[in-house]
């Protein structure tokens, strides 16, 4: 029995011992994010078509033909006509994935993702496509994964062509433009005979995608002034007209669909990009359909003194330039879905044509979203500090907990050494106790 006790606190006083280590040491960096904000009221797109021209210059779009006439004629009439047009405004590094980054979500990446290739996540990030009930994409298998990868849920679905096939293209580039025109227009087809499919098209914050890679490749293998890149922005001018039709066609005109068009990075005349130069950072964007403005006639001269303005023969249509990341906040708005939260894009207004009230609470929307980030930052000195407390508040016992566990072992030896002496060597023990019993009798 006395056994029985004596290994049962024995066991107590392991068991308390080794708990104690994850009591001292161990502590959760656990912290939490920002809410999605969106703006409460009723959207005026219900869906929209992003169309990214990868490598397109600002310049090579807007600038007309020696006869007066446009190379991209579809465009240069949505200009003058029922969209609003002005110039992106890109920050370095001038590559694909950190341009695509903050179209889409709204953000500047850090340079050191370049470590990466640009095409790895560091982080996991919110964007449009997340905050959107679906969205389908077609393009380069460089670019769509990632924002499918950080997407929750499996609501993007992407279409790229296999990398190692990007070869069926190596002679021309633009077939990689063709591949997904086609590809958009055979989903479209097909949408019209699977009920599933067509009841996912017909719902609303939906959002397609189309990554057109071939100006970029032609830019890099020919430079920006060859007929090849000239040839394929013409191409995919072409291009986004029967996207167009085809959509309206598909929704049965029910003027619901916002479209953007717009480039990720300009190119140097040596076909080169990822460097500050205007012809890198100067990208074209023009934004049409549903809650969009129509193209306004100014007399007035305009608030740019580039040159621009006089070069591209616009200055009578009135330009609203952003930058990048602006560009996510305006889509959020057309379809109603969240801004992504980490994004930093100021909602460009002069794009919308919306009640003041719209306008307002868009504002709104977007000034809290930001807050949210600041609110954050404020938080993240706050927690630095507050890490230094922890540090403290974790570790300033340990050496008093420590010397504890210590001590109380060499206790708990000596009280088990005790208890082996006092029960095999009963001799030792009377000797000692015969005295004591002797001065107790004087
Ligand atoms: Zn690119």
Not at 32 to 41: D, I, Y
Not at 45 to 73: I, M, W, Y
Not at 372 to 401: A, M, N, P, W
Request: charged share 15%.
């Amino acid at each position: 029995m006395r056994m029985i006790t004596f290994f049962l606190i024995g066991l107590t006083v392991h068991v308390v011992f080794f708990l104690s280590i994850f009591d001292i040491y161990f502590t959760s960096p656990l912290v939490h994010g920002m809410m999605p904000q969106s703006t409460p009221l009723a959207p005026p797109a219900s869906r929209l078509v992003l169309v990214v021209a990868d490598g397109l210059r600002a310049d090579s779009l807007f600038t007309l033909l020696p006869n007066g006439s446009s190379r991209t004629p579809y465009l240069r009439s949505i200009i003058e006509d029922t969209g609003t047009w002005g110039v992106s405004h890109t920050r370095v590094p001038t590559e694909s994935r950190p341009g695509h980054v903050a179209l889409i979500a709204g953000f500047y990446e850090d340079v050191s993702a370049v470590a990466k290739g640009w095409k790895e996540n560091p982080v996991e990030f919110d964007s449009v496509f997340n905050e959107s009930r679906h969205t389908w994409c077609w393009g380069s298998p460089d670019i769509l994964p990632m924002f499918a990868k950080g997407a929750s849920g499996d609501h993007v679905y992407t279409h790229t062509y296999p990398a190692q096939e990007e070869d069926f293209a190596s002679t021309d580039a633009s077939r990689l433009d063709t591949w997904v025109f086609t590809q958009v227009k055979s989903f479209f087809q097909s949408a019209k005979s699977n009920s599933t499919l067509k009841a996912s098209l017909l719902e609303d914050k939906n959002v397609f995608f189309l990554h057109l890679l071939g100006i970029d490749t032609n830019g890099h293998a020919h430079r920006p002034m060859s007929q090849e890149y000239l040839d394929n922005i013409a191409l995919v001018d072409t291009g986004v007209a029967e996207l167009v039709s085809m959509v309206e066609d598909f929704f049965g005109n029910d003027g619901r669909t916002a479209y953007v068009f717009t480039a990720d990075h300009g190119m140097t005349n040596w076909g080169s990009h990822g460097a500050g130069h205007p012809s890198e950072t100067l990208t074209p964007l023009v934004v049409w359909g549903a809650g969009v403005h129509n193209a306004q006639k100014v007399t007035e001269p305009q608030p740019y003194n580039d040159g621009y303005l006089q070069d591209w023969k616009l200055e009578h249509l009135r330009r609203v330039d952003v930058n990048q990341a602006d560009i996510a906040p305006l889509m959020a708005s057309l379809i109603g879905v969240p801004i992504p939260v980490n994004s930093v894009g100021v909602l460009p207004l002069l794009y919308l044509n919306n009640s003041g009230q719209f306008k307002a609470e868009s504002m709104y929307t977007n000034a809290i979203q930001v807050l949210e980030q600041f609110k954050i930052s404020l938080c993240q000195s706050l927690i630095s500090y507050s890490l230094e407390g922890l540090v403290y508040y974790h570790t300033y016992d340990r050496f008093f907990l420590g010397c504890s566990v210590v001590l109380g072992f060499v206790g708990w030896t000596s009280y088990v050494v005790l208890v082996i002496l006092k029960t095999h060597a009963k001799v030792t023990v009377l000797q000692i106790m015969v005295p004591a019993v002797t001065l107790n009798q004087e």
